[in-house]
């Protein structure tokens, strides 16, 4: 389509030549420009591909992650004496667990761009003014251009595939609308579900071909899409596609749009299984043959030798916060750095006492999720028999075998001990040990104190302050120091990693062959990484439902969990929560924490509930807001709001 009209964009002017891709992807565009100068040479539409990516860089705050704040993975507190995320409206994701969302003004509004939500419809109009005008600039070579193209189409599968999540059926927008388009072409109408899903699949079909396999040069273009991205991506979105909440959902089946079409399939359909099954496939041989592989630390040299329990926790720990450079397990991370260490941070020195804004450490884990990891024999606690699950709340005293875990002669509970690596790689709580910030002697590790208003991790006021006891430390490099002086390592969020895809396809493979030996050996990739042993050993020498992996439901409940402990705290569990149709039961215990304000261990290990959930049927997709429908009578609102 022509355009000879002017449109106000988003553009970077900047004076002289930009060195780096990479510093394109940190920055959002500004100032104003027509559609022909911002596309009469190569520098000029450069800019605009990075205008293309810029909605997708600020979607990186966790705050403003939909999945990331309504799993119950985390909690914050709503009765802070002062805002500790800048201002009260950046907790507002946290809240939505109390029951608080509404369709006059919705939180996380994607669809508009209010709320902590990004405008993601305006940023899919980018991408179509892109791609109708990349053909103008004459010194844009072919390769180039098409790499360029490929880019933006996967940009806009995966603006599109943001909004079916949260949404459901979406709007298409297949191309922008002429200038003068009339009313009845602005009111643009829902599209069923399946809809959705194949034109999104189609977009990345097309631009997969002309991606790089990997990023060639990272001090270039780290950020940037290539073809691994593309085909995983693919893989969780037919996925998602197969998965119970979009696949013969039965609480949708009156869903319809004012024409009376059916938005979501009326019956579940086996052969979705099928295709996400073999696009998991396809992503795994794609990464696999790219050298890809799961993470393990190596020890620069200016650290001491590291036990090999600790060695386990580091290889957990660093998956997450290593150098992107380094990992050879992240297939995608934003360029945007995590910004919200501060908050998975307990106090551990007198010197983070006196400066204890610089780690208010308000990211609460309630007590569910601690319990929700396996004990040291790789098995849920309440199925191992050699587990006093009845008696895990009991005080004991810390063992010197745990002494790279916990404080060897501290009081605990027996909740906290021989639990597998995962569980001390990924959290901090009361007697545990932590390895960093400043102190990497494994044998004087520094250890979280938090009992009582006296203790260094304890309540000192109302403000920087952990609810619950638990820390989600996973986020927290290492190498970050945090005391009368704050230096943070900073590190950049993995939105996929090899081991969610392993557990990806293991998911599918069960879904459509149900157990079998290469479901089995993805599921035990990642186990071993996590010092644990395989799924048939564990199950069958240390559960009592020894036959719980044979079966496709069992397993199924395998990998679920199995999931939830791998990618905890990283922004991917609330989808998967939804798209399993699993979230009203995971929320509908109330969320826990211990008696904080107590200093003797016997009062301090005692529950006290933090929240009760409120989660129905209707928050398993977010409320359009109820002025658009005013505006367009041909949208229709989501089910039970």
Known sequence: MKLNYKIIILIAIVSGMVQSCKKYLDVTPDNVATI?????????????????????????????????????????????????????????????????????????????????????????????????????????????????????????????????RMYGPIPLIKDNLAIDAGTEEVRVKREPVDACFQYITSLLDEATPDLPRTIQDPAQSLGRITQLISLTLKAEILTTQASPLFNGNRDYASFKDKDGVNLFPAAFQAEKWSKAMLACQEAVKACEQSNMSLYHFVSPGNLPTIPAPLKTVMDIRQSITENLEKNSEVIWALNSTFNLQSMAMPRLTAAMVQNMGGAPGNFAVPIG??????????????????????????????????????????????????????????????????????????????????????????????????????????????????????????????????????????????????????????????????????????????????????????????????????????????????????????????LQGWNIQDATPEGYYRQRNLVIPS????DYLWPIKYNDLIVNPNLVQNPYW
């Open 369 to 590: 999720m601690a319990e929700l990891f396996y004990s040291k024999n790789g098995v849920p606690i309440n199925e191992d028999p050699n587990y006093d699950y009845r008696g895990r709340y009991a005080v004991a005293t810390v063992a010197a075998d745990h002494k790279y875990y916990m404080k060897s002669g501290y009081q605990t509970i027996k909740m906290h001990m021989d639990r597998e690596p995962r569980f001390y790689a990924d959290l901090s709580f009361d007697g545990s040990c932590f390895f960093g910030n400043g102190q990497t002697d494994p044998e004087n590790m520094l250890f979280v104190q938090a009992r009582g208003a006296t203790s260094i991790a304890g309540p000192k006021d109302n403000i920087r302050v952990n609810v619950s006891g638990y820390w989600p430390s996973k986020l927290v490099n290492y190498q970050s120091v945090f005391g009368t002086e704050v230096t943070q390592a900073r590190f950049k969020l993995p939105l996929m990693r090899l081991a969610g895809l392993y557990l990806l396809y293991a998911e599918t493979l069960n879904e459509v062959n149900g157990p079998s030996a290469e479901a089995y050996s993805y599921i035990d990739k990642v186990r071993a990484r996590a010092g644990l042993k395989g799924v048939q050993e564990s199950w069958s020498l240390y559960s009592s439902n020894p036959g719980k992996a044979a079966s496709k439901d069992g397993l199924r409940a395998i990998i679920q969990q199995e999931r939830r402990i791998e990618l905890c705290f990283e922004g991917r569990i609330g989808w998967d929560l939804r798209r399993w149709k699993i979230i009203q039961d995971v929320l509908s215990k109330p």
């Open 615 to 618: 989660f129905g049927l209707k």
């Open 36 to 164: 022909d100068y911002a596309f009469r040479n190569r520098n000029e539409a450069e800019n605009y591909l990075f205008t293309c990516y810029s909605t997708l860089q600020n979607m990186v705050p966790s705050n403003n992650d939909a999945a990331f704040t309504t799993s119950g993975e985390i909690y914050f507190p709503n009765t802070l004496t002062e805002a500790t995320l800048g201002n009260r409206e950046a907790e507002q994701g946290f809240h939505l667990i109390r029951g608080v969302q509404n369709t006059d003004n919705p939180s996380l509004n994607y669809w508009d761009g209010e709320q902590l939500g990004q405008p993601i419809f305006k940023a899919i109009r980018r991408c179509n003014i892109f791609l109708e005008n990349i053909s103008k600039p004459k010194d844009l070579p072919q390769f180039e251009r098409n790499r360029w193209i490929a880019e933006v189409k996967f940009l806009k599968a995966y603006y599109h595939f943001y909004l079916l």
